[in-house]
């Protein structure tokens, strides 16, 4: 096979790579998950001003609180979903004047540091 050959299958293997993730979700809000004192993902990427959902499929209540930092649990006012109950679902929204790069991280109020996902980190992108 010819190095252009190989250049163009490479070329188009790419290309079906890139359409197949930018297509996915593009009818599902994004999504964090409550159960078994974690976090899931853990670390996922938004729009500014973007509405998050956050499912508890836990036995407890928690919170998606923001954070000043990977190991902070601080309420920077960024967001709050307040306590969430047991099987219930809240949203909350991105700042609309966050910039791309920017990264808010987020922890349990409840539960301060004990969770088995201490803290997690949503990336503007
Ligand atoms: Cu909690």
Excluded: K, W
């Amino acid at each position: 096979m010819s190095p252009l050959n190989r250049f163009f299958i490479l070329l188009v293997l790419i290309l079906f790579v890139s359409c197949g993730s930018s297509s996915e979700s593009a009818d599902e809000r994004t999504t964090i998950t409550l159960s078994d004192m974690s976090f899931d993902p853990t670390e996922l990427s938004a729009l500014p001003g973007e509405t998050i959902d956050v499912v508890n499929d836990d036995d407890v209540s928690h919170t998606v609180t923001s954070s000043s930092g990977p190991n902070a649990f601080d309420n920077s006012g960024d967001f709050d979903t307040g306590s969430i109950s047991p099987g219930e679902t809240v949203s909350l929204e991105i700042p609309a004047d966050a910039s791309l790069g920017d990264v808010f991280y987020f922890y349990c109020d409840i539960h301060e540091g004990i969770m088995d996902t201490p803290n997690g980190q949503i990336t503007v992108q």
